[in-house]
């Protein structure tokens, strides 16, 4: 379920994932693929505190 914290991180996060290279389907998997470091999945870390982290790991995709 969506929070204002998810909705305001998900563009952000989304462009960079893009940007790295994925397309659609492979963002979505990886938002929604379960991360034994994150509290479930990165979608369900957006909604937290760790939603920063969410989007440097996204970063790093890129390198």
């Given at each position: 379920m969506a929070?204002?914290?998810v909705l305001k991180h998900?563009?952000?996060v989304?462009?960079?994932l893009a940007d790295a290279g994925y397309d659609?389907?492979?963002a979505l998997r990886w938002l929604y693929e379960p991360d034994d470091t994150?509290?479930?999945t990165p979608a369900v870390a957006l909604g937290g505190d760790?939603?920063?982290e969410v989007k440097r790991r996204a970063?790093?995709?890129g390198f």
């Amino acid at each position: 379920m969506a929070n204002q914290t998810v909705l305001k991180h998900l563009p952000g996060v989304l462009n960079v994932l893009a940007d790295a290279g994925y397309d659609d389907e492979a963002a979505l998997r990886w938002l929604y693929e379960p991360d034994d470091t994150l509290p479930g999945t990165p979608a369900v870390a957006l909604g937290g505190d760790l939603a920063r982290e969410v989007k440097r790991r996204a970063q790093a995709l890129g390198f």
